[in-house]
């Protein structure tokens, strides 16, 4: 079994930064690709972005967030945060970016990043 961990949440002002870690414990075709998601109160988890051979990104975080991986670890570099990207963040493995974005075999058990206005 897969385990994630992830760290680096926290609470910062709008337009301050953050930077997420997650380290898988094991580097092999099952965590071929990685990614972060997030879930808001009251709102569904949504897709933030993954990495693999490529790197992917929601529309709402282009240009402000940078996925990056460094072996069995992945990191999200958060720049102008905003309010609405307050939630829990949750980091993810499968198989590849594909199969990431639509249901993520592994999951992390989130941590928790709050933006002040």
């Known amino acids: 079994q897969v385990q994630l961990v992830e760290s680096g949440g926290g609470l910062v002002q709008a337009g301050g930064s953050l930077r997420l870690s997650c380290a898988a414990s094991?580097?092999?075709?099952?965590?071929?690709?990685m990614g972060w998601f997030r879930q808001a109160p009251g709102k569904e988890r949504e897709f933030v972005a993954a990495?693999?051979?490529r790197t992917t990104y929601a529309d709402s975080v282009k240009g402000r967030f940078t996925i990056s991986r460094d072996s069995a670890k992945v990191h999200l570099q958060m720049n102008s945060l905003k309010p609405e990207d307050t939630a829990v963040y949750y980091c993810?493995?499968?198989?590849?970016?594909?199969?990431?974005?639509?249901?993520?075999?592994?999951w992390g058990q989130g941590t928790q990043v709050t933006v002040s206005s």
């Open positions: 094991e580097r092999t075709s099952r965590t071929a690709a």
């Open positions: 990495i693999s051979l």
């Open positions: 993810a493995a499968d198989l590849s970016i594909a199969t990431i974005q639509k249901n993520p075999s592994y």
